[in-house]
């Protein structure tokens, strides 16, 4: 809507222009190519974001501060659309997404500026992210500033804009030091950190049509639904406005269809300063005929158009298969991993006609086979028995989130139902944005072709010689790293392989590259019973020695949680495990070799190849097949006499015939080296292990042979009977037997922190609604956290604190947002936990930790349900709630912390960020005094 000025403004608007000294100076010159007495008013957008500026530069030469308040905000300088200051030009910027972009090319400082009108005086909430240093003022008055040089992240920084009634000058400078990138993000919040109500956003100056307006600002998306049982489709026509919408009023919209029953629909648009820029404008449904190939949109004079990419026989045949499965599930006959893998490929199939796929030759083949194995379940038949030589899409339902889970598997052209040879496994990790079955195609020799898409190889594999191994490939929920969760998947996968086929148990073998090949070193190291050999390609096995950490002074607990997922730390492990690695010499082959150094230095079996290549070295070491030559030159020992076993997370504490069943001290490496000798008498020593486990091994010690065990030195102590023996240390003394139970909740295998544990878990997130100061900002937190997205596909469920039930608590582990008077399920165990918050304070142990912005992070079992966990996020007021994801990734038990001053979000360690208390909790689950 374009309407004259306020008093105020028009008059600024005419004022006559200023001469002012100092540096910098310059006069102002209106332009002649807009309308000064007109502005464009504009909304926020659905989640505060502010993306239509008036933008200054980048300029090379910014103005000092002492001249600043003449260029930018002084009467006679107000900026609008078209009027010159310094050596530019007031431009406008404008854009469909949550965060402006600006001039990519330019380097030097950009101004940011817009009216920010409110008919009452009111405290807003701003949070912004940019390219490089930012600041801001309002009204003339420093608001807020930071220096740091960062990645433009929404919601880095949270800073008070006090506004008066009326119209008030917010300004924006960022800098940009190099050419790339350049972001800002602003996300407007009201003292409930909702969408503000009652606020507009104003650009002086601006004069632009409402057909220019509608298309820069609004973009048009298809909401597609399935419905399976009812075999019907539909889209919801949404034109959304995630930075903001001009307000224009009620304005005629017009959605049209090439085909099908609901060729043109009739529909009003809010885009007044009351609407909620996001306009649902119809849903066109179809349960027969045809599905219209595109959607067109008119609003405003502008137009968007979008693919509904759709087909009715699809949806079709996908519901037929599916109520096949429902029948199927009910199969006592048909092995689970079967109905698990049709029931996933039905799942996934929907996924990606929900979302539009185009590619309609392949979901037409892909669909047509979900539906032939469906049909075949339903008839009590195994779909997939007698298949092989083929590479098999698969699946399972994984407990972490509910969702299921994709992993693809070749069998082998030699395998027989009936037969009883065993076949080996190899297990082959993607790389970062990687896929299943392309990674299976690169084992085999098949190499990247130059302008082949990732999903074209993933849907067309080409053909590949037989070997006589089956060779899985996990999906590990995309980008996780293989750890926590990614690992779990890793693990499920290969336990549905081997419960499905015959697989020989000490032929199992890991390979993968880049990302994959650091998984593919630390799930072994992690389980080194369980695999015969591993081949690491290109990966980075030091968290200590990267470059993300380089110059970083690390916390004693950020030391160990670094340690911790570096692979040199469980090199030890590595006794019995061959290394082979390969990495270019092109691509700092140093972050294999500092894992390679460290088993010479052990004296354990590695090989080192550095071709003269980069990054991918996977084509080269896959060649031609010469990585099975290599995997069939080795077996398993399940019978070393000499077993060296360390760990830093008691998930992982067992190694052949040895465990660690407790810790003296938690957040410390444990260890223990062991030698079974042939008379039957084993010697051992620990490091921070408080008791252990020897399993009787047949292979070394038959039943009737007498065994004893001296540990750290002392005397022997007689193993009787057939074991396992179990020992616990007494003060400094080893006796025989496991420890007396704690009395109370003590930490323990799988349920000891730190926080990162919680991450092994099925998780559900829980936002407060007792109080509505802290509703809306845990409820963002919360659907946020729980979708960390940068290509890592988990998704948990998030729920209110009203609805967690009994059930869910004995399921999941629970991520609770809040503080003791806005969550009520945090409310009702507050007593019983080491951390709680307060209004204006936050309590660990003894200690109290007052201002308005103290927080903390902390994990304990959840006293309503104790063998499961609750990772809590809490604060001192709403305002310490929104730095929850502020946290870096190396945490130990429990964190207080003020993030406020810290300018930056996220990374690995706190790299100066200071912090109130942290540490882990002892064995009580209490904070040592």
């Known amino acids: 809507m374009r309407r004259p000025r306020s008093t105020r403004a028009a008059a600024l608007a005419v004022a006559v222009a200023a001469v002012f000294a100092g540096p910098g100076a310059a006069a102002i010159d209106d332009g002649s190519a807009q309308n000064p007495a007109t502005e464009t008013v504009f909304t926020p957008g659905p989640d505060g974001f502010v993306s239509t500026w008036l933008v200054l530069g980048p300029l090379a030469n910014e103005p000092s501060d002492a001249t600043m308040p003449a260029v930018l905000w002084a009467p006679e300088a107000l900026p609008r659309s078209g009027a010159r200051t310094l050596s530019d030009r007031w431009t406008w910027n404008a854009s469909s997404e949550e965060g402006a972009s600006l001039d990519r090319k330019k380097t030097g400082t950009a101004y940011l500026a817009a009216l920010l009108r409110t008919p009452r005086a009111r405290r807003l909430w701003a949070a912004t992210g940019s390219d490089g240093p930012l600041r801001a003022w309002l009204s003339g008055k420093e608001a807020f500033r930071t220096d740091t040089d960062r990645r433009a992240v929404k919601d880095t920084d949270l800073f008070a804009l006090d506004l008066v009634a009326g119209d008030n000058l917010l300004v924006i400078a960022t800098k940009h030091p190099s050419p790339g990138p350049f972001r800002v993000f602003l996300r407007l919040m009201d003292e409930a950190f909702g969408r503000p109500a009652d606020l507009t956003v104003v650009l002086p100056g601006l004069g632009e049509s409402p057909a220019t307006l509608v298309g820069r600002t609004g973009s048009l998306r298809l909401e ?59 849903v066109l449904g179809w349960n027969d005929g ?9 609003a405003g004079g502008a137009r968007w158009s979008a693919r509904v990419a759709m087909r009715m026989g699809d949806v079709k045949a996908l519901a037929t298969a599916s109520a096949d499965m429902g029948s199927a599930a009910r199969l006592a006959d048909v092995p689970r991993t079967s109905v698990e893998s049709v029931a996933a490929r039905v799942d996934t199939l929907t996924s990606l006609v929900r979302a539009g796929d185009e590619d309609t030759r392949y979901l037409g083949s892909e669909i047509g086979l979900a539906a032939k194995m469906a049909k075949e379940l339903a008839a009590g038949r195994d779909p997939f028995a007698g298949r092989r030589g083929e590479i098999q899409r698969r699946g399972y339902r994984s407990a972490i989130d509910g969702s299921y889970r994709y992993y693809a598997l070749y069998v082998p052209r030699a395998w027989r139902e009936q037969k009883e040879r065993r076949f080996g496994l190899i297990v082959a990790l993607h790389g970062m944005n990687g896929l299943p079955i392309s990674m299976i195609q690169s084992v085999f020799g098949v190499a990247d072709v130059p302008g082949e898409t990732k999903i074209s190889r993933e849907r067309a594999p080409k053909p590949m010689n037989d070997q006589p191994f089956f060779v899985l490939a996990p999906e590990a929920f995309g980008n996780s790293w293989y750890r926590t969760f990614g690992e779990v998947d890793v693990l499920e996968a290969v336990a549905r392989v081997m419960e499905r086929y015959r697989i020989d148990p000490d032929r199992v073998y890991m390979t993968g590259a880049s990302m994959g090949g650091i998984g593919a070193a630390s799930i072994p190291l992690h389980y080194p019973d369980m695999f015969a050999t591993a081949v690491p390609l290109c990966g980075y096995h030091s968290v200590l020695a990267s470059s993300s950490l380089a110059g970083v002074t690390l916390l004693p607990w950020e030391k160990l949680m670094a340690s911790a997922r570096s692979n040199t730390s469980w090199a030890e492990n590595g006794r019995h495990l061959p290394l082979y690695l390969v990495h270019g010499t092109k691509d700092q082959p140093r972050t294999s070799s500092v894992l390679v150094d460290r088993y010479k230095q052990l004296g354990y079996d590695v090989t080192f190849e550095t071709p003269d290549l980069g990054h991918n070295v996977w084509d080269e070491a896959y060649k031609g097949g010469r990585i099975f030559e290599h995997f069939r030159k080795y077996r398993r020992d399940m019978h070393p006499r000499h077993v060296t076993f360390l760990t830093a997370n008691l998930r992982y504490r067992t190694s052949r015939w040895l465990s660690i069943d407790d810790v003296a001290e938690y957040g410390a490496w444990a260890k223990i080296d062991a030698v079974w000798e042939r008379s039957g008498a084993l010697k051992a020593t ?18 009737t042979m007498a065994l004893s065990i001296a540990v750290d030195g002392q005397a022997p102590i007689a193993l009787d009977g057939p074991g396992p023996f179990a020992l616990h240390k007494d003060k400094q003394a080893w006796l025989a037997g496991p420890a007396i139970p704690c009395a109370q909740a003590c930490k323990r295998p799988g349920l000891s922190g730190p926080i990162e544990d919680a991450f092994y878990e099925p998780l559900v997130f829980v936002y407060g609604t007792a109080d509505k100061t802290e509703c809306a900002i845990t409820k963002r937190i919360a659907l946020s956290m729980s979708n960390p997205g940068n290509g890592t596909f988990v998704h948990w469920p998030v729920k209110a604190d009203t609805e967690i039930t009994a059930e869910d608590m004995k399921a999941s582990s629970l991520v609770i947002i809040g503080t003791p008077r806005g969550n009520r399920l945090l409310a009702s165990m507050n007593d019983a936990l080491p951390v709680h918050a307060k209004l204006g304070a936050v309590i660990a142990g003894d200690t109290m930790y007052s201002g308005e912005t103290v927080a903390a992070a902390f994990i304990h079992p959840n006293p309503l349900e104790p063998s499961r966990y609750v990772l809590v996020y809490t604060g001192a007021s709403a305002r310490a709630l929104y730095y929850a994801e502020h946290l870096p990734g190396l945490l130990p038990d429990y964190v207080v912390f003020d993030a406020s001053s810290w300018g930056r979000k996220g990374g690995l360690a706190l790299d100066g960020r200071p912090v109130l208390a942290a540490g882990f909790f002892d064995h009580q689950w209490k904070i040592a005094k």
């Open 224 to 282: 597609r639904s399935v419905d399976l049982d009812k075999a019907a489709a539909s889209a919801a026509v949404i034109l959304d406005f995630p930075g903001g919408a001009p307000v224009l009023g009620s304005i005629a919209a017009t959605v049209s269809a090439d085909g099908g029953p609901d060729k043109t629909r009739s529909a009003t648009i809010d885009l007044t300063a009351a609407g909620s820029a996001t306009a649902r404008l119809t």
């Open 290 to 298: 045809t599905i219209p190939k595109v959607v067109e949109i008119e």
């Open 686 to 703: 620990t490091e921070n292990v408080a008791a252990l486990t020897v399993a009787r091994d047949e292979a070394l010690a038959k039943g």
